[in-house]
């Protein structure tokens, strides 16, 4: 008999000798991932209320930034250009929302969380499995989580641009249309936002590895070094990161939404 | 003195059940002296294999109540005693008999993967000079005491039993601090992507959850080897900025 073939059969979906709750972990992950995307995506197809100017005011949704085409004042090159087909919905979040969704998609971290919540494979350690077959990430489709590092560049400079949005929500402008420094519940909720967004995206185990992860001899080259050391900081709590940020992102959403549609009101501060 | 139920497995390769013995337990015991106590005075041909009671041997692995630990460092107040406390041997390998199992395969992994080249002395005495801060990261490494809970608790070898195309998380531990040494000068990628099926890890951590080291397998090891495969396999990007950057 081989060797493998002598070790104990597969166990049966679901089954296992462990006392605990262990399905309560991979449930928990797989609401809090679903309402996040099924939310995304309705938010994404609005193409309305994803900015709010009111009492001076400038915050946009981060899922609507960078702002190619719309109809805010942060749009780069104005409004829906005539060339887009008729046929073809649009939303500036859907010009955009594919980078920061692929970066999390392909994540480590949410790579083995989502694995279990969504596709029980496994449902949770020493704990029994639907399908005897098994590919892994070494071919089609899995293969491409190895894209991760092309969607973490991109994440880096989404982290800028709503760096950006944060400072842009620091100016209010008056009844004369001059801009004066001032902070409202709006501001502070964009500047968490963005936060917590660099927080998970610094602490990428892709940046890890190319920032200074790939060498052997990380004293030779003190810079890689030292931003090694700074990566790996973050990246000791990287889910902790993920789900904070996850959570912000969508509630940042959702406070510029309710104040754009005016259910919210924004409290300024000074 | 309080009484315990384990529900201990008692088999070999050709099948087995589950039995029930109740024991004594008091103050500082850990599974592996109820074990004792259950051979000594009530089964014993029950064949269990253990050395240091101490953690640093890695022989007493088993999965007690279906989490793999050594029953050596599992103290029996951790464990609730209200209901039979299941003992089973790991299921990544074949049984031999109870709780013993065969993990010679474990041995069989580690003389395939290539063994540690160093570069050519950096001293005319045949010496090398090493960084402290070069060697940290693979020092993690070493504390592996190859009880092989990584192993069994890998649903790619417990469940799917890919073990001619998968050498498990202890071998991609011991890989990684071969890889990343900094004296070393031998390239496993192209076993890791294709012999060694790093691809096949997909990223579940129970193996850094089991490791009685706390090794951080999957983000320090793992991970940083799939990084690396990824840069000789899959990023054109990163070639092509190999070819373009300024040589130092």
Known sequence: MAYADASMPQRRFGETTRPDAWWLQPVAVFIGLSIFVVYSTWAAFQGAHYWYGANGANYISPFYSPEIFGNSPHSWFGPKPAWWPAWLLFSPALLVLWAPAGFRLTCYYYRGAYYKAFWADPPNCAVGEPRQVYLGERSFPLIMQNVHRYFMYLAVVFIFILARDAWDAMWFKDSLGTSHFGLGVGTLVLVVNVILLAGYTFGCHSLRHLIGGFLDEPSKRPVCAKGYSCVSCLNRRHMLWAWMSLFWVGFTDVYVRLCAMGIWHDFRFF | ?248
């Open chain 2, 1 to 248: 003195m309080s009484t315990a139920t384990f529900r201990i497995w008692r088999g070999d390769v050709n099948g087995g059940k589950f039995v029930d013995y109740t024991t004594e337990i008091t103050e500082g015991m850990v599974v592996l002296d109820a074990v004792h106590k259950i051979q000594a005075t009530q089964a014993n041909d029950l064949a269990c294999r253990w050395n240091c009671k101490a953690g640093k041997c890695g022989s007493c692995s088993a999965e007690i109540n279906g989490i793999p630990k050594l029953m050596c460092m599992t103290r029996m107040n951790t464990l609730p005693t209200d209901k039979p406390i299941t003992l089973e041997p790991m299921r990544a390998f074949p049984s031999i008999r109870d709780l013993a199992t065969d993990v010679s395969w474990n041995f069989r992994v580690k003389q395939k993967i290539k063994k540690f080249k160093p570069r050519p002395p950096d001293a005319p005495d045949g010496t090398w000079r090493m960084q402290q801060e070069d060697v940290d990261r693979v020092q993690e490494f070493r504390k592996c005491i190859e009880c092989f809970l990584c192993q069994d608790v890998c649903h790619v070898l417990r469940d799917h039993h890919k073990h001619d195309e998968f050498i498990g998380p202890r071998f991609l531990v011991y890989t990684a601090a071969l890889e990343m040494h900094p004296l070393d000068t031998e390239d496993r990628l192209p076993e890791l992507k294709q012999a060694h099926g790093v691809g096949f890890c997909n990223i579940t951590k129970c193996c850094t959850k089991v490791c009685p080291e706390s090794i951080t397998i999957t983000d320090n090891a793992i991970i940083p080897l799939k990084e690396r495969v990824v840069d000789n396999f899959f990023d054109p990007l990163g070639w092509l900025w190999k070819e373009l950057r300024p040589k130092t």
